[in-house]
């Protein structure tokens, strides 16, 4: 009976862990805009951001560029772009993840972004 019991607590817990496994989502994003742009990428479902603490990508040219996010399988992740120093003009979610927006957001887990043009 001891067996079973300690069969079932592991079970449970390799379930646990499977539902929480860690996972990536790539975003490609280039920007057609003449001016400086912030990036950021919002959870939808955890307390949190990329790069996070307060800080933001910088995308001040033409280039693609590639942003590979660590998240959790499931989780959805939107962007959210703004001019520098005016966040009335913004894509995706925009600054602080306060818009809303439509096709913005991807699941971690199931592929990588499209190329993504900010103009």
């Known amino acids: 009976m001891k067996g079973l019991a300690l069969l ?20 490609t994003i ?3 805009y003449p001016h400086i742009v912030s990036l950021e990428f919002y959870s939808q479902d955890y307390r949190r951001a ?6 933001v990508y910088i995308v001040d040219d033409y280039d693609v ?3 590979s ?7 959805t992740i939107c962007y959210g772009a703004w001019v520098r120093g005016d966040s009335n003009k913004y894509w995706g979610v925009g600054l602080n993840n306060s818009q809303r927006c439509n096709d913005c957001c991807y ?3 199931y592929g990588d972004t499209d190329l993504r043009i900010l103009n």
């Open 8 to 27: 079932a607590v592991v079970a449970a817990t390799f379930g646990a862990v499977e539902a929480a496994r860690a996972d990536s989502l790539k975003w």
């Open 107 to 109: 699941t971690c887990g």
């Open 50 to 55: 990329w790069p996070g603490d307060g800080q």
């Open 65 to 67: 560029r590639e942003y």
């Open 30 to 32: 280039r920007s057609d």
């Open 69 to 75: 996010l660590s998240c959790e399988t499931g989780e």
